[in-house]
């Protein structure tokens, strides 16, 4: 029963956004910022500190991989760990 409730309200918050979205309410008149560009309006030459000019990638692809896999198995063990504590 509890699922049916839980399923019925997933779906209604899912229209309520749905409309909110294609109504554009919550929108502020004069303030039609790009996407992501609010996050950086307010930063005073935001450009030098976002660029990506002279960005030199010395390490192959790969490595950002296995590291990125390393760190997750690590994570898992972790917690694999901390779950058998008592």
């Given at each position: 029963?509890?699922?049916?409730i839980?399923?019925?309200?997933?779906?209604?918050?899912?229209?309520?956004?749905?409309?909110?979205m294609?109504?554009?309410?919550?929108?502020?008149?004069?303030?039609?910022?790009?996407?992501?560009?609010?996050?950086?309006?307010?930063?005073?030459?935001?450009?030098?500190?976002?660029s990506?000019k002279?960005?030199?990638?010395?390490?192959?692809?790969?490595?950002?991989?296995?590291?990125?896999?390393l760190?997750?198995y690590?994570?898992?063990?972790?917690?694999?760990?901390?779950?058998?504590?008592?």
């Amino acid at each position: 029963m509890s699922g049916k409730i839980i399923g019925c309200v997933m779906v209604l918050a899912v229209l309520v956004a749905i409309w909110l979205m294609c109504g554009q309410y919550g929108l502020i008149p004069g303030l039609d910022f790009g996407c992501g560009q609010y996050y950086y309006t307010d930063i005073p030459d935001w450009q030098k500190y976002f660029s990506v000019k002279g960005v030199v990638d010395n390490c192959p692809r790969w490595v950002y991989f296995v590291l990125f896999f390393l760190w997750g198995y690590a994570m898992y063990r972790l917690w694999r760990w901390i779950d058998k504590r008592p």
